[in-house]
């Protein structure tokens, strides 16, 4: 009896031995599986890190030549500093706008409220002191700018305290919220839902290109998945698989075919127009200014650039440019101030070297960017606390 007992007792704790091992091996399994998804999300990709990886993707072919480097005054120091010049940072999940930048210290500069800045931002605002918020894709992010002084923003800030301040009186701040592939949509909800409430003196957009882009891969800006949000989809359907369940149905696939030039004018110009509104009744003036891209650009190209310029871009994003050009232009005078400053290195030589890939610059064009920028602020009389925002109709 006393034998069976014991028989019966040790096989008892062998299957649960073996029931604990199988939860085990299972849980560490799809542990191991979710961390290789995640993966991709957890990673910062630096302009080294592109580089290594130029030959995956044809626009980046070039990168592996020599001649990234050009794009930047420093042409020496930026090839040391490859690995620790930000390209596209590690994400955090946002409300309405699916992601914002991890804040994050070093050559990141995230700060505490997701803005690429060189201090956090204090509220209320202090007394002398002029705020710019900057909103845009990975071209106001500052992708391959290697600190956040070689950022636009960071150049616009300097430039202003070094020629307005001694003017005005008044210390400049710019903090820049963007983050790489944001359309206009994202831009206008964090504008009505973030910005308007964090006492901005101006609120400036630094975009354009990304919306084309959206519109020739097919997506339509104001009803789309963007490139975060297709990750995460593609996460939960997962877990779905995993429960024995069928995956969420699409409802925001991209078609076929580009969208329509003038669908894409209408639709940036709709959200331009409902983030001046959002601000003009906070009393905050709003700007657009319509950033260069390669496809419009008439700026004599070096051998580098060039091998950047994909022909069958070239004549969707410069209808859509010209369209949108004009669907500003119709209403600056109501709701928000328009810069078109697409053609602003077109001026330069054939043997400057601007542009870094199709849509990013090395320092030399960001400065460029925001010497332009600051040209028209003061030309406008925005540099100083009260100017009357454009009315809202």
Known sequence: MLRTVVIVSLLSLLLCALAGAGYWVGRQSIRAEFR??????????????LLDEAAITDQLVALQREGYHLSYRDANAIRERRYQTPWAGRVVYAPFVNYLQWPATGVYQINELQFRA???????APTGVFRIFITGGSTAFGSGSPDYGQTIGGFLQARLNETASPVTGLRYEVYTMANPAWSSTHERIVIENRLS???????????????????????????????????YLALLNHAYALAGLA???AVAPAADDPAPPAAVARRLAKNVGLAGCALAGAGIPYVFALQPTLPVSEKPLTEYEAAFLQADWVEYFRHAYRLIHEALAVRESQD????????VFDEAGATEQIFLDSFHFGDRGNRLLAEALYQELARRALLRP????????
């Open 36 to 49: 290789g998804l995640l993966a991709g999300a957890e990673q910062v990709e630096s302009l080294g890190n």
């Open 247 to 249: 995956p969420m149905p």
């Open 118 to 124: 060189d201090r956090e931002l204090r509220l209320p």
């Open 197 to 231: 409430e964090l006492e901005p003196d101006l609120v400036l957009s630094l975009s354009g290109n990304n919306d084309v882009y959206w519109g020739y891969t097919g997506h339509d800006i104001l009803w789309y998945h963007d490139l975060v949000a297709t990750f």
């Open 386 to 393: 009260g100017a009357a925002p454009p009315s809202c109709f």
């Open 336 to 343: 928000f101030g328009f810069i078109d400053l697409a053609s």
